[in-house]
């Protein structure tokens, strides 16, 4: 196959030159896209009217981008050297049809303006998050914050008017000794009831129930109350929000096991997964009181709503009082 067959064989559109800017040669791609060119014709008195045609007269070797009747082509330029002198003889100019490439990356250039907005819009709506998320969190404290003052009001409250009520009996029965004294011993083991459960509370365990159980035992101990605990399965980061209520339902428990039943023992089991929790509590004590439900159940039923659960309590086969709570594991969705 000699030049000009092969010229005449590709596929892409291909145009010589000699360096006196007359066509020498075109093939049948570059007949096709430029029909007014003709062979030895000047290429000034064409480039009038293919004006795409003129930056290519003057180019050096290399190539150009070319957009001609609404398609754009990628030029690569070349010239023929001969003789001692080396000078230029011809110029191959090879036209790559890239329309469709260049509408790709134009595309392209769209997205990726689309995607920096979405990106900027992200940014925005991240920080606006953020922000949501910090006073949420500031706000769970605020109310943490004045749910253990509660809890202490309600504490305080009921120590102090039981602590009143058997020092006002202890005044009126002076001449009796030994019932004044029991009054006003009953009167202290009230105040530590009372300082045993704040103690145990602390800050709410810091989001940890078995820590709190833990100083929960040590401080009832202190107080006559021998805690029994039974701890199965692993605590969790999503476990931390049960942790105030469930401590509230300890205290209750314990206190009501101590003032009411006479208790002196009392069982703990607490089990806990990603998916639930159960906490068990069941004294020794024995009461010859009616079962009443009262303001420190009424409390574990407010509490164990909270956490969308069940509770049931009541006297068990032993003699003493048992409390059983179950309920799911809340989790946030992201």
């Not at 009921?158 to 009167?187: C, F, I, P, W």
């Not at 009832?220 to 692993?234: D, K, N, P, Q, Y």
Request: aromatic share 10%.
């Amino acid at each position: 196959m000699n030049f000009e067959d092969y010229l005449s064989y590709i596929s892409q559109p291909v145009l010589i030159i000699d360096r006196l800017n007359q066509t020498l040669f075109m093939n049948q791609s570059f007949a096709l896209l430029f029909p007014r060119v003709e062979l030895a014709e000047t290429l000034y008195v064409w480039t009038d009217i293919y004006p795409a045609l003129l930056p290519l007269i003057t180019s050096g070797e290399g190539t150009c981008a070319v957009e001609h009747c609404g398609r754009h082509y990628q030029v690569s330029i070349s010239f023929a050297r001969r003789g001692k002198q080396n000078h230029s003889v011809a110029r191959c100019m090879l036209f790559s049809d890239v329309t469709k490439t260049h509408l790709l990356l134009e595309k392209i250039l769209q997205q990726s303006n689309l995607l920096y907005e979405s990106n900027e819009n992200l940014k925005a709506q991240n920080t606006a998050l953020e922000k949501s998320i910090q006073m949420e969190r500031e706000a769970a404290s605020r109310r943490t914050q004045a749910q253990l003052l509660r809890d202490i009001h309600d504490t305080l409250g009921h120590t102090l008017v039981m602590v009143g009520a058997l020092y006002n009996l202890a005044q009126r029965t002076l001449s009796d000794t030994e019932k004044a004294r029991m009054y006003l011993q009953e009167a202290h083991r009230w105040i530590g009831i009372s300082l045993a459960d704040m103690e145990s509370a602390g800050d709410y365990g810091g989001g940890s129930f078995v820590l709190f159980l833990n100083r929960f035992r040590d401080a009832m101990a202190r107080v006559g109350m021998e805690i029994t605990l039974h701890i199965s399965g692993e605590e969790l980061p999503e476990h931390s929000y049960i942790c105030a209520d469930l401590i509230r339902i300890c205290q209750e428990a314990a206190t009501n096991a101590i003032r009411h039943g006479k208790a002196t023992q009392l069982e703990v089991i607490y089990r806990m997964s990603s998916e639930d929790f159960s906490l068990y509590l069941k004294d020794n004590g024995h009461s010859e009181q009616i079962f009443r439900n009262g303001h420190g159940l009424k409390s574990m039923d407010e509490r164990v709503n909270n956490l969308f659960g069940e509770i049931s309590y009541g006297w068990h086969e032993f003699g003493g009082f048992f409390v059983e709570v179950t309920a799911p594991v809340i989790r946030e969705e992201v």
